[in-house]
């Protein structure tokens, strides 16, 4: 017995031996990949040390040959040939032998950013007409690699990949997959003469810039010092040990100092509580509109409801939309439900054992750590009504609501950070991004900013640093295109102080890096909805950069540029670029958009004129203007001014 456990714990440990010295790739390298054409293409991985590792691709009679390293380290630079495919790559090495199948040979791009660029064409993003675009992608020479959203404290070097590794587009593989990438890719695609596409997406909602930009870029701004030196040298096992601890310690200190509650007992919930001195507010809305502005911390909300006597006894249905950031929400006093997230509906089923004839009162704790927060969603799904049952009557629940802020989180220490959240310096660079380099990809499409409105003078300087952080990782200067918010949020009376305004000047700046390119979308937002559905055209814009700055095609790429402006008297002159065939409106509508100030800055809407490729500007209640703002606002209304290829022309100001 004693020589047969020896003979299985020999053989086990001899397979344990093969299988650490089997020649293995990252998932980066898969079947179905794209590697990008008539490059030299680095390839790696690991296998015995002082291997010799052969990559034989079926294109050429010339495989590429290394030795693995003491740490059984190899890489390879493999020349790649014009379009086509498929083909297949033979990796020896150790004494074993990993084949890749059907790889194609084309252009490869990297799509990053938050939400917009993560947003699926069905999921939760059902873009416009989502069910036949799944239905038609069919690309068989279109591929895509899906990197799983994951954050760390120190650069990793192999990603972790959905799926496996790369996917064929076909129906089965696109509805997760980003919409605004998949019809870049598809248009390129097609204009390319169905060259293959590689699509490497690596995106996640929500997410600020300095998160995917690298420690030792980041570095040169002041601003993520004291964070920086933080995740210096730690792992994210350290980290969350700490964590807990200083969790544990805030969220008490949170508690303790909500005047809502009392110990655990929510005292504001009660349904006999006395709100007659707390404010009202008109739900749905950000509070930050309504009366609570810059503010960032736990607000309570009270809607009191006479329901009908049938009701009594019996389980209800409570839908509250969206709620930004997280709520717990009460009927009559009692929980039930919570939701930490600021994109998920909520919907909570209420005990007939808490429902009354006549008054009840619905009671929701809302806490926002930054940026915008209250009850938002879409006023017509802000219900109550009874449970299982799809025609029974509802109340609305979009109406007035007594308020009462009772913790400002200005007047408590910083909130710890997760370990797990992404919103830390370089924590997405070192884990989505850093495994990616060197591989070859022909350049990048980045969507986001909304994260980071609020601090429009500092992405000013964030964003072109990222995209040089990229440059210098690849060591090549690719091609970045980005996307400028779209119009986002309710029209102000009057010409505002605007933070999206502001953030789209940031990124129109940034055109000065070189091998830029920005796709405005201020016409095709929705001003309720975050996530606008008409990723096509967002696609489709982004693309036309790309087919006449890399692959020089003669098309119209951009619409109207702010170039230049002259006073006339009472009016003045602006000059743009890229407006070319003209100007022109929508529809051969008015132009609007514009406003125009004096030396006192006080603006006006403005009379705007188009005179072939430039705009005279004027009021009458401007008699010695200096400056023109146009689309200013955070969602301008009706704004039309495009150049004769339909494209639309960028928010601007000459007062910067």
Same mark, same amino acid.
């Given at each position: 017995?004693?020589?047969?456990?020896?003979?299985?714990?020999?053989? =086990?440990?001899?397979?344990?031996?093969?299988?650490?010295?089997?020649?293995?790739?990252?998932?980066?390298?898969?079947?179905?990949?794209?590697?990008?054409?008539?490059?030299?293409?680095?390839?790696?991985?690991?296998?015995?040390?002082?291997?010799?590792?052969?990559?034989?691709?079926?294109?050429?009679?010339?495989?590429?040959?290394?030795?693995?390293?003491?740490?059984?380290?190899?890489?390879?630079?493999?020349?790649?040939?014009?379009?086509?495919?498929?083909?297949? =790559?033979?990796?020896?090495?150790?004494? +074993?032998?990993?084949?890749?199948?059907?790889?194609?040979?084309?252009?490869?791009?990297?799509?990053?950013?938050?939400?917009?660029?993560?947003?699926?064409?069905?999921?939760?993003?059902?873009?416009?007409?989502?069910?036949?675009?799944?239905?038609?992608?069919? #690309?068989? *020479?279109?591929?895509?690699?899906?990197?799983?959203?994951?954050?760390?404290?120190?650069?990793?070097?192999?990603?972790?990949?959905?799926?496996?590794?790369?996917?064929?587009?076909?129906?089965?593989?696109?509805?997760?997959?980003?919409? /605004?990438?998949?019809?870049?890719?598809?248009?390129?695609?097609?204009?390319?003469?169905?060259?293959?596409?590689?699509?490497?997406?690596?995106?996640?909602?929500?997410?600020?810039?300095?998160?995917? /930009?690298?420690?030792?870029?980041?570095?040169?701004?002041?601003?993520?010092?004291?964070?920086?030196?933080?995740?210096?040298?730690?792992?994210?096992?350290?980290?969350?040990?700490?964590?807990?601890?200083?969790?544990?310690?805030?969220?008490?200190?949170?508690?303790?100092?909500d005047s809502g509650l009392h110990g655990n007992a929510p005292l504001w919930a009660s349904a006999d509580f006395d709100d007659s001195r707390w404010k009202s507010m008109p739900i749905p809305g950000f509070w930050e509109r309504q009366g609570l502005e810059n503010f960032d911390g736990i607000v309570w909300f009270r809607c009191s409801l006479d329901l009908p006597a049938e009701w009594q006894g019996k389980d209800?249905?409570?839908?509250?939309?969206?709620?930004?950031?997280?709520?717990?929400?009460?009927? *009559?006093?009692?929980?039930?439900?919570?939701?930490?997230?600021?994109?998920?509906?909520?919907?909570?089923?209420?005990?007939?054992?808490?429902?009354?004839?006549?008054?009840?009162?619905?009671?929701?704790?809302?806490?926002?750590?930054?940026?915008?927060?209250?009850?938002?969603? *879409?006023?017509?799904?802000?219900?109550?009504?009874?449970?299982?049952?799809?025609?029974?009557?509802?109340?609305? &629940?979009?109406?007035?609501?007594?308020?009462?802020?009772?913790?400002?989180?200005?007047?408590?220490?910083?909130?710890?950070?997760?370990?797990?959240?992404?919103?830390?310096?370089?924590?997405?660079?070192?884990?989505?991004?850093?495994?990616?380099?060197?591989?070859?990809?022909?350049?990048?499409?980045?969507?986001?900013?909304?994260?980071?409105?609020?601090?429009?003078?500092?992405?000013?300087?964030?964003?072109?640093?990222?995209?040089?952080?990229?440059?210098?990782?690849?060591? +090549?200067?690719?091609?970045?295109?980005?996307?400028?918010?779209?119009?986002?949020?309710?029209?102000?009376?009057?010409?505002?102080?605007?933070?999206?305004?502001? &953030?789209?000047?940031?990124?129109?700046?940034?055109?000065?890096? +070189?091998?830029?390119?920005?796709?405005? /979308?201020?016409?095709?937002?929705?001003?309720?909805?975050?996530?606008?559905?008409?990723?096509?055209?967002?696609?489709?814009?982004?693309?036309?950069?790309?087919?006449?700055?890399?692959?020089?095609?003669?098309?119209? #790429?951009?619409?109207? =540029?702010?170039?230049?402006?002259?006073?006339?008297?009472?009016?003045?002159?602006?000059?743009?670029?890229?407006?070319?065939?003209?100007?022109?409106?929508?529809?051969?509508?008015?132009?609007?958009?514009?406003?125009?100030?004096?030396?006192?800055?006080?603006?006006?809407?403005? /009379?705007?004129?188009?005179?072939?490729?430039?705009?005279?500007?004027?009021?009458?209640?401007?008699?010695?203007?200096?400056?023109?703002?146009?689309?200013?606002?955070?969602?301008?209304?009706?704004? *039309?001014?495009?150049?004769?290829?339909?494209?639309?022309?960028?928010?601007?100001?000459?007062?910067?």
């Amino acid at each position: 017995m004693k020589q047969i456990f020896l003979f299985f714990a020999t053989a =086990l440990f001899a397979c344990a031996c093969a299988e650490a010295e089997a020649v293995k790739m990252p998932a980066l390298f898969s079947d179905n990949m794209v590697l990008q054409q008539q490059s030299n293409v680095p390839l790696w991985g690991k296998s015995k040390p002082g291997a010799q590792v052969s990559v034989q691709p079926s294109w050429s009679a010339q495989p590429s040959v290394t030795v693995a390293d003491a740490q059984g380290s190899w890489r390879v630079t493999l020349p790649t040939p014009e379009a086509g495919g498929p083909h297949t =790559l033979n990796i020896s090495g150790g004494g +074993s032998k990993l084949t890749l199948n059907n790889v194609m040979v084309g252009e490869v791009w990297l799509c990053s950013g938050q939400s917009n660029m993560e947003m699926p064409l069905a999921g939760w993003g059902k873009v416009n007409n989502y069910e036949q675009e799944v239905a038609q992608a069919q #690309y068989p *020479n279109i591929r895509l690699l899906q990197v799983e959203r994951t954050a760390g404290a120190q650069p990793q070097p192999d990603p972790k990949v959905q799926g496996g590794g790369w996917q064929v587009c076909s129906p089965a593989t696109i509805a997760e997959f980003s919409a /605004t990438a998949y019809f870049f890719g598809r248009d390129l695609h097609k204009s390319l003469d169905n060259v293959p596409i590689g699509l490497i997406n690596a995106s996640w909602g929500g997410t600020v810039a300095e998160a995917w /930009t690298s420690a030792g870029s980041l570095d040169s701004i002041p601003d993520f010092a004291q964070e920086l030196a933080a995740l210096k040298g730690q792992t994210n096992e350290s980290l969350m040990e700490k964590y807990q601890k200083d969790s544990e310690e805030w969220l008490n200190l949170l508690a303790s100092s909500d005047s809502g509650l009392h110990g655990n007992a929510p005292l504001w919930a009660s349904a006999d509580f006395d709100d007659s001195r707390w404010k009202s507010m008109p739900i749905p809305g950000f509070w930050e509109r309504q009366g609570l502005e810059n503010f960032d911390g736990i607000v309570w909300f009270r809607c009191s409801l006479d329901l009908p006597a049938e009701w009594q006894g019996k389980d209800l249905e409570l839908n509250l939309a969206e709620i930004d950031d997280d709520d717990v929400t009460y009927f *009559n006093g009692e929980q039930v439900g919570a939701i930490n997230g600021h994109n998920v509906p909520r919907k909570y089923r209420v005990s007939g054992k808490l429902v009354k004839s006549g008054k009840n009162v619905v009671t929701v704790r809302v806490m926002d750590t930054g940026g915008d927060g209250g009850l938002y969603g *879409n006023a017509a799904q802000m219900t109550l009504k009874p449970a299982d049952a799809e025609d029974a009557p509802s109340v609305s &629940l979009a109406q007035e609501w007594k308020y009462s802020a009772a913790v400002d989180l200005s007047s408590l220490p910083p909130r710890p950070q997760s370990p797990n959240n992404p919103n830390r310096p370089s924590v997405l660079f070192n884990t989505m991004i850093n495994p990616f380099v060197p591989f070859t990809i022909r350049g990048a499409i980045w969507y986001q900013g909304e994260a980071n409105v609020g601090r429009a003078q500092q992405y000013g300087e964030l964003l072109p640093l990222l995209i040089r952080d990229w440059r210098r990782q690849w060591g +090549s200067d690719f091609p970045f295109y980005y996307v400028q918010l779209t119009n986002f949020l309710g029209i102000p009376s009057e010409p505002p102080v605007s933070e999206w305004a502001a &953030l789209r000047e940031a990124q129109l700046n940034t055109l000065r890096v +070189s091998n830029t390119g920005m796709a405005v /979308t201020i016409d095709i937002g929705e001003k309720r909805d975050i996530h606008p559905k008409n990723k096509q055209d967002v696609g489709a814009r982004l693309a036309l950069w790309a087919k006449a700055n890399t692959y020089g095609q003669q098309v119209a #790429y951009s619409g109207p =540029l702010y170039s230049s402006c002259k006073v006339e008297g009472k009016k003045i002159r602006i000059s743009f670029t890229h407006a070319d065939g003209g100007l022109k409106t929508k529809n051969g509508d008015k132009l609007i958009g514009f406003t125009i100030a004096g030396a006192d800055r006080k603006f006006y809407e403005a /009379t705007a004129t188009i005179e072939g490729s430039e705009v005279v500007v004027s009021s009458p209640n401007v008699a010695s203007p200096v400056a023109v703002r146009y689309a200013w606002a955070d969602s301008p209304d009706g704004v *039309n001014l495009y150049n004769a290829a339909e494209l639309p022309a960028s928010p601007f100001r000459t007062d910067f």
